[in-house]
């Protein structure tokens, strides 16, 4: 039963202002794209960028991964400001090692796609490649310990996506010989 007075919240608005945080960030679609490619081009070397950057785009339209976007990046800017709490305030802006929450947030986004995503959230959170590199740069003045996890995180889930349906596509088509096969 709908009541008028209740609270919602537009999902478009929720889907602009994700982008919209994650470019003001520094943080491009393509750049999570190139990524995704890192992880992805040994397993399929036809892929490009742009099917890179379709799959961001896929992971970016779900709602709980905007949703940690959002508080990744409010936590971030909150940190840079000086306006959390001791000791958060300085567990967030020195990326203390021993705080865990950046990545627990990351991996709720991991999970979207499946546990696939875990193996490559954990190789791109080590290495730091690309975009991820200059997120974690601590002489910049930007704090960005939730924003590097939650873009690798995005990066490992559209790899995910990627597997699944390059796999499904690969059943489909042995499926389609094996049905011509039948007909001869």
């Given at each position: 039963?709908?009541?008028?007075?209740?609270?919602?919240?537009n999902?478009?608005?929720?889907?602009?202002?994700?982008?919209?945080?994650l470019?003001?960030?520094?943080?491009?679609?393509?750049?999570i794209?190139?990524?995704?490619?890192?992880?992805?081009?040994d397993?399929?070397?036809?892929?490009?960028?742009?099917?890179?950057?379709?799959?961001?785009e896929?992971?970016?339209?779900?709602?709980?991964?905007?949703?940690?976007?959002l508080t990744?990046?409010?936590?971030?800017?909150?940190?840079?400001?000086?306006?959390l709490?001791?000791?958060?305030?300085?567990m967030?802006?020195?990326?203390?090692?021993?705080?865990?929450?950046?990545?627990?947030?990351?991996?709720?986004?991991?999970?979207?796609?499946?546990s696939?995503?875990?193996?490559?959230?954990g190789?791109?959170?080590?290495?730091?490649?690309?975009v991820?590199?200059?997120?974690?740069?601590?002489?910049?003045?930007?704090?960005?310990?939730?924003?590097?996890d939650?873009?690798g995180?995005?990066?490992?889930?559209?790899?995910?996506?990627?597997?699944?349906?390059?796999?499904?596509?690969?059943?489909?088509?042995a499926?389609?010989?094996?049905?011509?096969?039948?007909?001869?």
């Amino acid at each position: 039963m709908s009541q008028p007075n209740m609270y919602r919240l537009n999902s478009k608005d929720v889907a602009k202002a994700t982008e919209e945080w994650l470019t003001k960030r520094g943080v491009t679609k393509e750049q999570i794209g190139q990524l995704v490619m890192l992880l992805q081009k040994d397993y399929f070397p036809e892929l490009t960028l742009a099917e890179c950057v379709v799959n961001v785009e896929s992971v970016l339209s779900k709602r709980e991964v905007q949703n940690a976007v959002l508080t990744g990046i409010q936590l971030d800017l909150l940190a840079e400001e000086g306006k959390l709490l001791p000791p958060l305030q300085d567990m967030i802006a020195y990326d203390e090692g021993l705080y865990g929450c950046d990545e627990i947030l990351a991996l709720s986004i991991v999970n979207v796609y499946g546990s696939i995503g875990f193996t490559n959230f954990g190789y791109v959170d080590k290495l730091k490649p690309g975009v991820l590199k200059k997120l974690n740069d601590k002489n910049s003045g930007e704090i960005h310990t939730f924003l590097d996890d939650i873009v690798g995180a995005i990066a490992a889930a559209a790899s995910s996506r990627i597997a699944h349906r390059k796999q499904a596509e690969r059943e489909a088509a042995a499926e389609e010989v094996a049905r011509e096969a039948s007909r001869e």
